[in-house]
T-cell receptor
Framework: DAGITQSPRHKVTETGTPVTLRCHQT?????MYWYRQDPGHGLRLIHY???????DKGEVSDGYSVSRSKTEDFLLTLESATSSQTSVYFC????????????FGQGTRLTVV | DQQVKQNSPSLSVQEGRISILNCDYT??????FLWYKKYPAEGPTFLIS?????DKNEDGRFTVFLNKSAKHLSLHIVPSQPGDSAVYFC????????????FGKGTHLIIQP
């Protein structure tokens, strides 16, 4: 298995609070991604990074920010959590921008109450 | 606008028979296609991929077929086994698409004993 660790694995938080999810990789891959999975929607890209301090928005980026200060760590922050952000969040890594498989972490189940 | 479509939310197949999962795409710039398998409470795992320069790729019991003119790909699993019961996601990437992978909504494959 690719060396990807997501933390926490489960979290319950209250509406309006900030939340940070962490993705840590040991593969030294350049590209890192945050996806969310919701029933009826498959996996949708939130933000991605193509290098340290280089990030960009994905399909569903509103309400989220990211940071990548080290190759191995990619953080996803919900500035002010809302119930619509209740979801399962997956981090993925890839060695290439396109034309290559991405490897996924185990996921973080976030519940906003 | 959904660029990758999996029109069958679920599929039930008898053990030992062939499972055929289908996927359609609309973006003609996609040039790399992948299938992922996902068990509950786990991250998606890469299964098999195909480049647009090929029309078939085989790996053990799994074969992916690509019909570029129809913008259609399919995953064949022969013979189907109980451990194949999972959600299968079709994904695509390529110039003109978003960075990262664009996923379909998934098909839940159930292998009946």
């Amino acid at each position: 298995d690719a060396g990807i660790t997501q933390s926490p694995r489960h979290k319950v938080t209250e509406t309006g609070t900030p939340v940070t999810l962490r993705c840590h990789q040991t593969e030294n891959h350049r590209y890192m991604y945050w996806y969310r999975q919701d029933p009826g929607h498959g996996l949708r890209l939130i933000h991605y990074s193509y290098g340290v301090k280089d990030t960009d928005k994905g399909e569903v980026s509103d309400g989220y920010s990211v940071s990548r200060s080290k190759t191995e760590d990619f953080l996803l922050t919900l500035e002010s959590a809302t119930s619509s952000q209740t979801s399962v969040y997956f981090c993925a890594i890839s060695g290439a921008r396109r034309g290559a498989e991405a490897f996924f972490g185990q996921g973080t189940r976030l519940t906003v109450v | 606008d959904q660029q990758v479509k999996q029109n069958s939310p679920s599929l039930s197949v008898q053990e030992g028979r062939i499972s055929i999962l289908n996927c359609d795409y609309t973006n003609s710039m996609f040039d790399y296609f992948l299938w992922y398998k996902k068990y509950p409470a786990e991250g998606p795992t890469f299964l098999i991929s195909i480049s647009s320069i090929k029309d078939k790729n085989e790996d053990g019991r799994f074969t992916v077929f690509l019909n570029k003119s129809a913008k259609h790909l399919s995953l064949h699993i022969v013979p189907s086994q109980p451990g194949d019961s999972a959600v299968y996601f079709c994904a695509a990437s390529g110039e003109g698409g978003a960075d990262g992978l664009t996923f379909g909504k998934g098909t839940h494959l159930i292998i009946q004993p």
